[in-house]
């Protein structure tokens, strides 16, 4: 398999913010595995860019239909609250990027993607929240961008685990040239260890059904 030129990586993370109101799976897993990954980063000199999902509580730019409390202001994070700051145990650290977007990817209509090109990168290493929503609008279209995709997918969670195995093989289908790690085989990696990740090779690999997707989601695994 490929390795990845660390000097050409980012680590980019979705909404890993405080806000609690979709209920996400494992979350406490998704922010030790986080930190690790951070951590090893900022050893290494790989860059660490956050997005920040935004909603004003003015109500200027929101989404259309974007859902609202009975006293007009935005229901998911809202500014002016802490369920907007990225959560305690991997928040940002002087030397970090933190990008701040008003709809689901982090690319539309931000500065990422120029963030990404002044640095040299051409290997995104990326995960967060949710992975049906945020993550998943990112990776396409980072790959639309022609960045590599590492998808690390113990990082990254939703509201159910359907929801979130569903959209990995989607974008282990359709994501070209894109390879899906788990933390710790990523870290093997990148210490010129034996390592297990999964590469697609072609469109259209993983052909699975309602009946079949927790059988075809492990082969992610082996």
């Given at each position: 398999?490929?390795?990845?030129d660390l000097k050409k990586t980012a680590l980019v993370l979705i909404d890993l913010q405080k806000e609690s109101k979709y209920g996400i799976e494992g979350l406490e897993e998704i922010v030790?595995?986080?930190r690790l990954l951070v951590d090893t980063c900022r050893s290494l000199g790989v860059p660490v860019i956050y997005t920040r999902q935004i909603n004003r509580e003015d109500g200027v730019a929101l989404p259309f239909q974007e859902p609202l409390n009975v006293d007009g202001k935005p229901i998911f994070y809202c500014t002016?609250?802490?369920d907007m700051e990225v959560i305690d145990d991997i928040a940002p650290e002087p030397g970090d990027i933190v990008i701040d977007k008003y709809r689901w990817s982090g690319f539309y209509e931000t500065s990422l993607d120029l963030t990404l090109r002044s640095l040299g990168v051409k290997h995104l290493v990326i995960g967060g929240l949710v992975t049906d929503g945020c993550l998943m609008?990112?990776?396409f279209d980072g790959f639309f961008r022609d960045y590599q995709v590492n998808l690390v997918k113990d990082i990254s969670g939703a509201t159910n685990s359907g929801a979130h195995m569903a959209s990995i093989m989607i974008m282990a289908n359709w994501v070209?040239?894109?390879k899906i790690y788990d933390t710790e085989e990523l870290l093997k990696q990148w210490k010129g260890e034996d390592?297990?990740?999964w590469e697609a090779t072609g469109p259209d690999q993983l052909q699975f059904t309602p009946e079949n997707m927790r059988e075809v989601f492990q082969r992610l695994n082996k």
């Amino acid at each position: 398999m490929r390795k990845v030129d660390l000097k050409k990586t980012a680590l980019v993370l979705i909404d890993l913010q405080k806000e609690s109101k979709y209920g996400i799976e494992g979350l406490e897993e998704i922010v030790a595995n986080t930190r690790l990954l951070v951590d090893t980063c900022r050893s290494l000199g790989v860059p660490v860019i956050y997005t920040r999902q935004i909603n004003r509580e003015d109500g200027v730019a929101l989404p259309f239909q974007e859902p609202l409390n009975v006293d007009g202001k935005p229901i998911f994070y809202c500014t002016g609250t802490e369920d907007m700051e990225v959560i305690d145990d991997i928040a940002p650290e002087p030397g970090d990027i933190v990008i701040d977007k008003y709809r689901w990817s982090g690319f539309y209509e931000t500065s990422l993607d120029l963030t990404l090109r002044s640095l040299g990168v051409k290997h995104l290493v990326i995960g967060g929240l949710v992975t049906d929503g945020c993550l998943m609008t990112s990776v396409f279209d980072g790959f639309f961008r022609d960045y590599q995709v590492n998808l690390v997918k113990d990082i990254s969670g939703a509201t159910n685990s359907g929801a979130h195995m569903a959209s990995i093989m989607i974008m282990a289908n359709w994501v070209y040239g894109i390879k899906i790690y788990d933390t710790e085989e990523l870290l093997k990696q990148w210490k010129g260890e034996d390592y297990f990740a999964w590469e697609a090779t072609g469109p259209d690999q993983l052909q699975f059904t309602p009946e079949n997707m927790r059988e075809v989601f492990q082969r992610l695994n082996k």
